[in-house]
């Protein structure tokens, strides 16, 4: 049965940083395209970043400069650190893996981890 577990949300002030951790079980992390994504009541889900199973990554232009997303294969783990925080980057945010050939939605998802950054 294949899991994914987010931690490391919580509620900081604007320019505080958070590092959001997602731990695979079930699958080799190395093999899969992994992501980032949130979403914010009202509003339409949206990628913030991206890993392929070669390592390349893609940020979000919202969040470019801010935001890295990392992996650590050995531990099955993906990462996110926020920095410089902004009360707009609230939202529930979710972990993805997903074979690199298909969409997203048709990967498996973690529950989400709430982050809120208050002003």
């Known amino acids: 049965q294949v899991q994914l577990v987010e931690s490391g949300g919580g509620s900081v002030q604007a320019g505080g940083s958070l590092r959001l951790s997602c731990t695979a079980s079930?699958?080799?992390?190395?093999?899969?395209?992994m992501a980032w994504f949130r979403q914010a009541p009202g509003k339409e889900r949206e990628e913030v970043a991206a890993?392929?199973?070669?390592?390349?990554?893609s940020v979000a232009d919202s969040v470019k400069g801010r935001f890295t997303i990392s992996k650590d294969n050995a531990k099955n783990t993906l990462y996110l650190q926020m920095n410089s925080l902004k009360p707009v980057d609230t939202a529930m945010y979710y972990c993805?893996?997903?074979?690199?050939?298909?969409?997203?939605?048709?990967?498996?998802w973690g529950q989400g981890t709430q982050v809120t950054v208050s002003s």
């Open positions: 993805a893996a997903y074979r690199c050939y298909i969409r997203p939605d048709f990967g498996y």
């Open positions: 079930g699958i080799a992390a190395s093999s899969y395209c």
């Open positions: 890993m392929t199973s070669d390592g390349s990554t």
